[in-house]
C-alpha cells in the first residue's frame, strides 16, 4: 500500500485550523513588480522634493517595519528618471547591499535599484513580508563568506512561499509576529531611554578641569572638588606575562571594554607573543590610544569579564591605589578626560591611527574628582543602579528576539 503522502503543515499552529498549506512562486503572489533606480545626483531637478526615495540603509535590521527614509525626490524625477513611483503597502526587498532586509512599507515610495519590490499582493501582506523576510535572511547567511553580494530579481522572484488557504489562519500568525514586534520596540526604545539618561546624569555628576563642583549633588555634600593627577591616584602596570601565567590576549573595544581578542577579531594570537604581553587583573584599567568614530581619543576601560588576561604593551595600564575603582570606571565613560588628553598629546597627535601620548605625559593628566571617599562610593553606586537597569533591559530585548525568531520557524514553513 503506498504511504500517504505528509500534509504540508507548520509544527505550531493556531486552534480550529486544520487544512494544508498551499506553495507558490513568489512571482504569483503579486499582481505587480517593481525594480528600482537612482536620479542622476548631478540634475539638481530630481531631488530635495517630497516623494520619499529609499535606500537600504533605510530600512532596519530583523524587522518588517521602521523605514526612514533619507533621501527625498522631485516628480520630474520620477516623470523622467530610472526612478519609480511604487504604490503604498508594497514590500520593498534588499536585492544588493544589505541582502535579508525586507520591510512592509505604509506610503507610497521609490527606491535605488537595490531593490525588488512587490505590489497588489494577493494574499495577506503583512503574513507575505514576515514569511519573505524570514526566507531572505536564510538567503542572506547562505551567501556570507562568499564573493557574492547579492541576488538578481529573477532569483528572487523564482523563490519559493509556503502560505494557509485560510486568509483568517494568515492574520492570526502575523497579528501575533506584529504584537511581539511591538514589545521589541517598546523595550529598544526604553533601552535607549535609559541609556541617554545615563549619559545625561555621567554629564551632571561629574565635573572637568574648569570647575570645583558637580551641577547634580548628594545632600550634605558641599566641599570642592580637588584636582588630581593620575599618577597619585593610581600604580602603572608593567608587570609582563613572562612565565605564561595567561592565554587570554585582551584587547579594547570602546564599546565593550576590555574582551578577549580571539573572539572579537576571530583570530588567533600565538603563545610566544603574549609571552611578552602586559599581565591584567581583574579590576585593573588600560588605556587605548586608538581613536574611532564617537571617540576621538581613545577609550579607558576596566577588566571586568575575566579574572586575568594579557594586553600588547602598545596599551597604557594602571592600578586605582588612593580612588574609588567604580567612580573612576565611569569617570572615564564619561568626555572629561578628552581635554587633558588633547592638552598632553604631542603636534601631530594622530599617527598610523593612534594618539602621539607617552605613558609619562598619560599619568600627568589631571583629573576632578571628590575629596571625600563617601560621594565617590554614591555617584559610583547610582551609575552601578543605572549599569543594572540598562543590563535587564538588554536581556529583556534578546529573549523576545530570541521569541521572535522561534515564531518565525514554528509558524512558517
Known amino acids: 500500500m503506498d504511504k500517504k503522502p505528509e500534509k504540508m503543515v507548520p509544527e505550531v499552529r493556531f486552534k480550529g485550523f486544520t487544512d494544508d498549506w498551499e506553495q507558490r512562486k513568489l512571482s504569483s503572489i503579486a499582481h505587480q513588480t517593481f525594480g528600482g533606480g537612482t536620479p542622476s545626483k548631478s540634475n539638481k531637478q530630481f531631488w530635495n522634493?517630497?516623494?520619499?526615495?529609499?535606500?537600504?540603509?533605510?530600512?532596519?535590521?530583523?524587522?518588517?517595519?521602521?523605514?526612514?527614509?533619507?533621501?527625498?525626490?522631485?516628480?520630474?524625477?520620477?516623470?523622467?528618471?530610472?526612478?519609480?513611483?511604487?504604490?503604498?503597502?508594497?514590500?520593498?526587498?534588499?536585492?544588493?547591499?544589505?541582502?535579508?532586509?525586507?520591510?512592509?512599507?505604509?506610503?507610497?515610495?521609490?527606491?535605488?535599484?537595490?531593490?525588488?519590490?512587490?505590489?497588489?499582493?494577493?494574499?495577506?501582506?503583512?503574513?507575505?513580508?514576515?514569511?519573505?523576510?524570514?526566507?531572505?535572511?536564510?538567503?542572506?547567511?547562505?551567501?556570507?563568506?562568499?564573493?557574492?553580494?547579492?541576488?538578481?530579481?529573477?532569483?528572487?522572484?523564482?523563490?519559493?512561499?509556503?502560505?494557509?488557504?485560510?486568509?483568517?489562519?494568515?492574520?492570526?500568525?502575523?497579528?501575533?509576529?506584529?504584537?511581539?514586534?511591538?514589545?521589541?520596540?517598546?523595550?529598544?526604545?526604553?533601552?535607549?531611554?535609559?541609556?541617554?539618561?545615563?549619559?545625561?546624569?555621567?554629564?551632571?555628576?561629574?565635573?572637568?578641569?574648569?570647575?570645583?563642583?558637580?551641577?547634580?549633588?548628594?545632600?550634605?555634600?558641599?566641599?570642592?572638588?580637588?584636582?588630581?593627577?593620575?599618577?597619585?591616584?593610581?600604580?602603572?602596570?608593567?608587570?609582563?606575562?613572562?612565565?605564561?601565567?595567561?592565554?587570554?590576549?585582551?584587547?579594547?573595544?570602546?564599546?565593550?571594554?576590555?574582551?578577549d581578542q580571539t573572539l572579537y577579531f576571530n583570530k588567533q594570537v600565538a603563545s610566544k607573543q603574549l609571552k611578552n604581553y602586559l599581565l591584567l587583573y581583574n579590576g585593573d584599567f588600560a588605556y587605548n590610544k586608538s581613536y574611532s568614530v564617537g571617540y576621538p581619543y581613545g577609550a579607558i576601560k576596566r577588566l571586568d569579564k575575566y579574572k586575568q588576561g594579557v594586553l600588547s604593551t602598545l596599551y597604557i595600564a594602571f592600578k586605582p591605589t588612593n580612588i574609588n575603582s567604580d567612580f573612576l570606571q565611569h569617570y572615564y565613560d564619561t568626555d572629561k578626560w578628552y581635554r587633558e588628553i588633547y592638552r598632553n598629546a604631542a603636534e601631530g597627535a594622530r599617527n598610523h591611527g593612534l594618539l602621539n601620548i607617552s605613558a609619562n605625559d598619560f599619568f600627568n593628566s589631571k583629573l576632578v574628582t571628590p575629596s571625600d571617599n563617601e560621594e565617590q562610593l554614591k555617584i559610583a553606586k547610582i551609575i552601578n543602579l543605572f549599569n543594572h537597569l540598562i543590563t535587564l533591559r538588554q536581556d529583556n530585548l534578546t529573549q523576545l528576539t530570541t521569541l521572535k525568531k522561534y515564531l518565525l520557524q514554528k509558524l512558517f514553513i
Open 49 to 259: 522634493g517630497d516623494f520619499p526615495w529609499i535606500q537600504s540603509s533605510d530600512l532596519a535590521e530583523d524587522t518588517i517595519r521602521g523605514v526612514h527614509p533619507n533621501k527625498f525626490i522631485t516628480q520630474n524625477a520620477l516623470l523622467i528618471s530610472a526612478a519609480k513611483k511604487i504604490p503604498k503597502n508594497s514590500i520593498a526587498i534588499v536585492s544588493r547591499v544589505g541582502v535579508g532586509k525586507v520591510a512592509l512599507i505604509p506610503f507610497n515610495y521609490s527606491t535605488s535599484q537595490d531593490f525588488l519590490s512587490l505590489s497588489g499582493l494577493k494574499i495577506n501582506s503583512q503574513f507575505a513580508t514576515y514569511s519573505i523576510h524570514k526566507i531572505m535572511k536564510k538567503t542572506a547567511s547562505q551567501l556570507q563568506g562568499t564573493s557574492i553580494k547579492g541576488i538578481t530579481k529573477k532569483d528572487i522572484l523564482n523563490k519559493t512561499i509556503i502560505f494557509p488557504i485560510s486568509e483568517k489562519e494568515q492574520v492570526h500568525i502575523s497579528s501575533l509576529l506584529k504584537y511581539v514586534d511591538y514589545i521589541i520596540s517598546l523595550q529598544q526604545r526604553k533601552l535607549e531611554q535609559l541609556k541617554q539618561l545615563k549619559k545625561a546624569m555621567l554629564q551632571q555628576l561629574f565635573v572637568d578641569k574648569n570647575s570645583k563642583q558637580p551641577n547634580l549633588r548628594f545632600k550634605n555634600f558641599n566641599s570642592d572638588w580637588k584636582q588630581r593627577k593620575l599618577k597619585n591616584i593610581s600604580k602603572r602596570i608593567l608587570r609582563k606575562n613572562s612565565d605564561l601565567q595567561s592565554l587570554l590576549p585582551l584587547t579594547i573595544s570602546a564599546q565593550d571594554g576590555l574582551v
